[in-house]
């Protein structure tokens, strides 16, 4: 059973910056892409950023040139750096790895950001 574990949110200013990270357990971390995703109050889970198995990278429109996505491999780690934060990112972010499907695998607690003044 595949497991997500986020960590690394918090409350931060305007403009700031956090980093979060993903420890994922039970599959075969190197050969699948991962992405995180993000649900802001009131609204649907929507994505953010992927990177594939081989270390392509894509992101939403709205966090290009903001947030860079990661991976490590041999820690079975996914990271989303996140720079000049606004507050229009707060939400609580997931990871996820897309075997068959993204959600295929469920879905980890996730990590709170507060980006606020």
């Known amino acids: 059973q595949v497991q997500f574990v986020e960590s690394g949110g918090g409350l931060v200013q305007p403009g700031g910056s956090l980093r979060l990270s993903c420890a994922v357990s039970?599959?075969?971390?190197?050969?699948?892409?991962m992405g995180w995703f993000r649900q802001a109050p009131g609204k649907q889970r929507e994505w953010v950023a992927t990177?594939?198995?081989?270390?392509?990278?894509a992101y939403i429109d709205f966090v290009k040139g903001r947030f860079t996505i990661s991976r490590d491999n041999a820690e079975n780690t996914v990271l989303l750096q996140m720079n000049d934060l606004k507050p229009e990112d707060t939400g609580v972010y997931y990871c996820?790895?897309?075997?068959?499907?993204?959600?295929?695998?469920?879905w980890g607690q996730g990590t709170q950001v507060i980006v606020s003044s």
């Open positions: 996820n790895q897309r075997t068959t499907s993204w959600g295929s695998n469920g």
């Open positions: 039970g599959s075969i971390f190197s050969i699948y892409g």
């Open positions: 990177i594939s198995s081989g270390g392509s990278t």
